[in-house]
């Protein structure tokens, strides 16, 4: 595993040294339709994830694979615009990669974002919600068969997975400017399905404000690393739990490329908040 992510980590610092990018220490992950939302970036250099060894590849619309790496206030960014999913049929060592190639970069800040179905009704299409906590209804567990270092099992502490400090600053700055995002938890299902009524009602009743197929795994694997996350969810469908409707994938992204550009502004504000310039 460590091999790969190496050789990976390699041909990625022998490309930024070409460019004379510096190595990354802030990292944006972005999920379906959402590439509207990504930094600007000075002296970006773009890198094709497919030319990346050992990169796993993406094969879902809207999910472009594209990894940007530059400077925001002097500092190293990497935006991966695309990720790889479990309902594709990639084992949690795929899905994790990207992060663990940001980690051997240097990555010590994370952004990640992605796509999720309402729960809590006070949502709306369209609005976004800072990730405060999760519950995994995937049925796996992307640290499984992940030691500690010292050869144990990574028993790890996830009652504080999602960096709080930041999560209040960011929402504070978004009342401020306007943007709708409120606090929640999200659910994590394996996918491809969406969900029937049924477990609808039951991930709500036991807390869920939304659900998602993805970001999950990789906030474990990043929290692993070492690494600060913050994670937003773009509310691109509400799910009225009295009469599930239907849902498409098409659906779901068209709301996510419409949005994105709201989810921008929260971005451009968590660089902000980061203070890691100079
Ligand atoms: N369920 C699961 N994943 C999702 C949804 C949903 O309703 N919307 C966007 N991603």
């Given at each position: ?119 809590n009704p006070v949502y709306e299409r369209g609005c976004m919600m800072l990730v405060r906590d999760h519950i995994n209804l ?33 929402l504070e700055r978004s009342k401020a400017s306007g943007w709708p995002m409120e606090g929640g938890t999200l659910v994590a ?90």
């Open positions: 595993m460590v091999a790969v992510e190496g050789k990976a980590g390699g041909y990625l610092i022998a490309r930024l040294r070409e460019a004379g990018i510096p190595p990354p220490r802030m990292g944006v992950v972005l999920g379906s339709g959402l590439g509207e939302a990504a930094p600007g970036l000075d002296d970006a250099l773009e890198i094709d994830c497919r030319d990346v060894p050992g990169w796993p590849p993406c094969g879902v619309p809207g999910h472009a694979g594209v990894l940007r790496f530059g400077r925001r206030s002097d500092t190293g960014l990497l935006v991966q615009s695309g990720r790889v999913h479990y309902y594709e049929g990639y084992d949690m060592e795929a899905v994790t990669f990207p992060v663990r190639v940001m980690a051997s970069l240097g990555v010590e800040k994370t952004f990640m974002a992605n796509a999720a179905g309402a729960l995937m049925g796996v567990n992307p640290l499984r068969g992940v030691s500690d270092g010292e050869g144990n099992p990574a028993f790890l502490d996830v009652s504080n997975l999602y960096d709080e400090r930041t999560g209040d600053e960011l299902v394996s996918g491809p399905t969406f969900e029937t009524g049924a477990e609808l009602r039951y991930m709500r009743l036991v807390g869920g404000d939304a659900v998602s197929m993805s970001l999950v795994p990789e906030a474990l694997m990043a929290h692993h690393m070492g690494m600060s996350i913050t994670a937003v969810s773009l509310i691109t469908n509400v799910w009225d739990l009295r009469k599930p409707h239907s849902i498409s994938h098409r659906d779901v992204l068209k709301t996510a490329v419409e949005a994105a550009p709201m989810l921008r502004g929260i971005i451009a504000s968590w660089i902000e908040l980061q203070g890691l310039a100079g």
